[in-house]
């Protein structure tokens, strides 16, 4: 079975980089699109990327388009999301997940932490 492992998280200041990975293992992420979240305390979760498994075409968020970027290493078994211009609103729990389209997810990583924070 599919599983999923979310890391890169931490703590960084306002205005900062992270890089978080999701790494897959007991499948290949060939097949999956892959979606990341996030869920800050007391709000919904929030979708805000996915790249399809075919054609690599991304879409984001509002909240973090032009800010974020999400790529795939299929060597790798690893997608990525790359945040810059971290904000202090951008803290929250950040989750990966793997479905065969955009939108719809079987499959969810354990989340990390991003702290945003001077």
């Known amino acids: 079975q599919l599983q999923l492992v979310e890391s890169g998280g931490g703590l960084v200041q306002p205005g900062g980089s992270l890089r978080l990975s999701c790494a897959a293992s007991?499948?290949?992420?060939?097949?999956?699109?892959i979606g990341w979240f996030r869920q800050a305390p007391g709000k919904e979760r929030e979708g805000i990327s996915c790249i399809r498994n075919t054609g690599g075409n991304t879409n984001y968020a509002d909240s973090v388009k032009g800010r974020f970027t999400i790529s795939r290493d299929n060597a790798k078994n690893t997608v990525y999301l790359q945040m810059n211009s971290l904000k202090p609103e951008d803290t929250a729990v950040y989750y990966c997940?793997?479905?065969?389209?955009?939108?719809?997810?079987?499959?969810w990583g354990q989340g990390t932490q991003v702290t945003v924070s001077s």
């Open positions: 007991g499948y290949t992420l060939d097949y999956y699109a």
């Open positions: 997940a793997a479905g065969f389209v955009c939108g719809s997810y079987y499959h």
